[in-house]
């Protein structure tokens, strides 16, 4: 069964200081990945998308991930953190059916320290 | 397009009471699905919808609930009988497909959520 691991369960971060935070996971296939984030009181919204091709993606808000078939991985990146930039993020990879079931990870708050 | 939308916010009730929930999705997308999502966990699948057929629920969906979509448009997640172990938030994603019933579809855009306090 695919499942998704995020090691990290929080992350303090100054702010201007890089970013990176782990996924990991589990499917039989090459697998639709993707990161998500959760600002308090708000909806989640896609921060990037891994179909296939390049395994470096560049998403919005200036977050990359790079998708490693070998170590099953796909983290998230930012080079410059923001104070904005705290919440929650969610790793995700599409489950291997016809309707795209999305398995999440257990997410990893991140804070800002100013 | 305003994105998804859910109804309400935010529910209080006391146990044993039933509650229902929206969700409207972006208006082209054919597939709508529900999560529910508990304090520092992922969203857990519910539930998923191709147009108005419900072709999934999870285990995590007891006999308590029911979800509809009754025109393929908007769709409705009623709880009877609720339980303190059913507070959460309830969210609801929508997407589309790229090419055909059976294909996957695009990334799904999900709504603020609804969340369910339970006393």
């Known amino acids: 069964a695919q499942s998704v691991t995020q090691p990290d369960i929080h992350i303090t971060v100054s702010e201007g200081a890089s970013l990176e935070l782990r996924c990991n996971y589990s499917?039989?296939?090459?697998?639709?990945l993707f990161w998500y984030v959760q600002s308090p009181g708000q909806g989640l919204q896609l921060l990037l998308k891994y179909f296939s091709g390049d395994t470096l993606v560049q998403g919005i808000k200036g977050f990359e991930a790079e998708f490693k078939r070998s170590q099953s991985s796909f983290n998230l990146r930012k080079p410059s953190v923001h104070w904005s930039d705290a919440a929650e993020y969610f790793c995700a990879v599409g489950a291997e059916t016809s309707y795209d079931k999305v398995i999440f990870g257990p997410g990893t708050s991140l804070s800002v320290i100013p | 397009d305003t994105g998804v939308s859910q109804d309400p916010r935010h529910k209080i009730t006391k146990r044993g009471q039933n509650v229902t929930f929206r969700c409207d999705p972006i208006?082209?997308?054919?597939?709508l699905y529900w999560y529910r999502q508990t304090l520092g966990q992922g969203p857990e699948f519910l539930t998923y919808?191709?147009?108005?057929?419900?072709?999934?629920k999870s285990r995590l969906l007891s006999d308590r609930f029911s979800a509809e979509r009754p025109k393929g448009s908007f769709s409705t997640l009623e709880i009877q009988r609720t339980e303190q172990g059913d507070s959460a938030m309830y969210l609801c994603?929508?997407?589309?497909?790229?090419?055909?019933?059976?294909?996957?579809?695009?990334?799904?855009?999900f709504g603020p959520g609804t969340r369910l306090t339970v006393t």
């Open positions: 499917y039989g296939a090459t697998p639709y």
């Open positions: 208006s082209e997308h054919n597939r």
């Open positions: 994603a929508s997407s589309h497909t790229g090419g055909g019933t059976s294909g996957r579809s695009y990334e799904q855009y």
């Open positions: 919808f191709q147009n108005e057929a419900q072709l999934e």
